[in-house]
């Protein structure tokens, strides 16, 4: 009888035809997709629209901080998540600098520019370095609310590490960086002419995952007594490592502070 219902779903499952998501695309180190839940909409937070320069919409949140304060946080998720993935982060410094998080072109509410849908799954080479145009967009909304976008702190997971690093190359302003699970090529994205450029402190977190050693390695020898290095067991991938390590987010708050020289 169990053979038998075991048949019967195996057939029913068959007749409904393939699944209508899109394959997955080549593994690479960071392609992992995160499921969270939005940022809740009364945690303090303003959403907001944005445009780049090259005529991408971005869905974004900010939270303000103090008043009279230039500090701020810029956010970059890991490719196939979306800003909502950084909730831990954002809990633990709203109200002592301003935050953005934002959507990624391509992810979550950023998939369109004019009148083309962007999905990162299509994604060029070309297409993931103009990902520099957005945090452009998210330093200007912070300028247009009393802080320094070209002196924030930037937070970058996986692909968005790697965005955030390179947009240092063009504002040395930057003072600090918080990388987890960092790469020096991901999607064909070199960093480390951006890395030999960064004057400023930074935190490097990976786990045991494959590929992983030889970024934290190549930024750790580059820059020195400015990178505090973080080991986390296990083989979680960007922010995933909080699930591993309680304290991640408690040195990524240190490094805020770090860099601001608190």
Partial sequence: MLRTWTLALSLAAAACGPRAAAPPAPAVPGDQ???????????????????????????????????????????????SSTRAEWAPFVAALRGTVH?????????????????ETLAWRDFTSEDWAAVEF??????????????????CVLFGSSIGSSAALRWTMAHPTVPGLVLLSPGLKYRDLDTTAAARA????????RSHERGAEDAATY????WGDRVTMR??????????MTEADAGL????????????GR
């Fill in 33 to 79: 997709a995160d499921a969270r839940a939005p940022v809740a909409a009364d945690d303090g937070s303003e959403a907001l629209t944005l445009t780049t320069d090259d005529g991408v919409t971005l869905a974004a949140s900010y939270w303000p901080g103090p008043a009279g304060s230039a500090e701020c946080v810029i956010m970059l998720h890991q490719l």
């Fill in 99 to 115: 935050v953005v998080t934002l959507d990624l072109r391509g992810h979550g509410g950023s998939t369109t520019a004019g009148t």
């Fill in 134 to 151: 957005d945090v452009t967009a998210a330093a200007r909304a912070l300028d247009a609310r009393g802080a320094a976008g070209e002196r």
């Fill in 198 to 205: 960064f004057g400023g402190v930074a935190l490097v977190a």
């Fill in 219 to 222: 930024l750790e020898r580059t």
């Fill in 231 to 240: 080991l986390v067991d296990g083989e979680a991938h960007g922010v995933r």
């Fill in 249 to 260: 987010v408690d040195a990524a708050v240190a490094l805020v502070a770090r860099a601001y």
